[in-house]
Every structure is written in C-alpha cells, then in structure tokens.
Nanobody, 125 residues
C-alpha cells in the first residue's frame, strides 16, 4: 500500500518562502513521475511542478516558474517543493502525487495513481 504524506504547509506573508515535503512509503520506485498540484477554493486542481525519474527532468507551471523548485531525495524517498517569492494567489491546498511510470502528460491530474491528503498553504498580503 503506497502512502503519501505531505508536510510543510502554513501561513506566510507575501514574498516569503515555504518548503513542502512529501514522504512516500510502501514502495520504492525506480521509474517514477512525482508531481505537485494545488487546489484553491472553488477552483479545479491544477498542476504546479513535476519531476521524472530516471533522469530527474523537472517541469513547472508558468504561474510558478522561477519561484518554485521541485526535487527528489532518493535516500529518504521524498519529493520536495521549495517555494519562494510567494504571492496571495498561491494560496491553496497543495497535493503531492506519484505514478510508477514515466508519465508524458505530467500536468494531468488523471495520470497519477497515488495522492497525498494535502497541506494548506496560505499567503497573506
């Protein structure tokens, strides 16, 4: 049973930083796509960033490009999201997602088999 547990969310002022972490347990993936999505109230879940292994290629939504960095810690089996220069519009519940394939459509919610429960990020103006 694969489980994903996010942590690191919280309240931060605009311009601040947060580091989200997602611990993956129950299975070790050699070929994997790991993603972060977010969902604001009344809106659909949207893609934030993804990383694919092997290779470590990373991908970002235009809305966060240059402010966000996704990384994978193989030893700890975690995927992290470093978010800088946060804006009020970044406020959302952030979810990590994993699929044990080299996902081509990494920005699609439907491509991922495993999801975490989400962590709230609130950015005040």
């Amino acid at each position: 049973q694969v489980q994903l547990v996010e942590s690191g969310g919280g309240l931060v002022q605009a311009g601040g930083s947060l580091r989200l972490s997602c611990a993956v347990s129950g299975r070790t993936f050699s070929t994997v796509t790991m993603g972060w999505f977010r969902q604001a109230p009344g809106k659909e879940r949207e893609f934030v960033a993804a990383i694919r292994w092997p290779g470590g290629s990373s991908y970002y939504a235009d809305s966060v490009k240059g402010r966000v960095t996704i990384s994978r810690d193989n030893a700890k089996n975690t995927v992290n999201l470093q978010m800088n220069s946060l804006k009020p519009e970044d406020t959302a519940v952030y979810y990590c997602a994993v699929d044990n394939n080299y996902v081509v459509r990494y920005n699609y919610v439907s491509e991922y088999d495993y999801w975490g429960q989400g962590t709230q990020v609130t950015v005040s103006s």
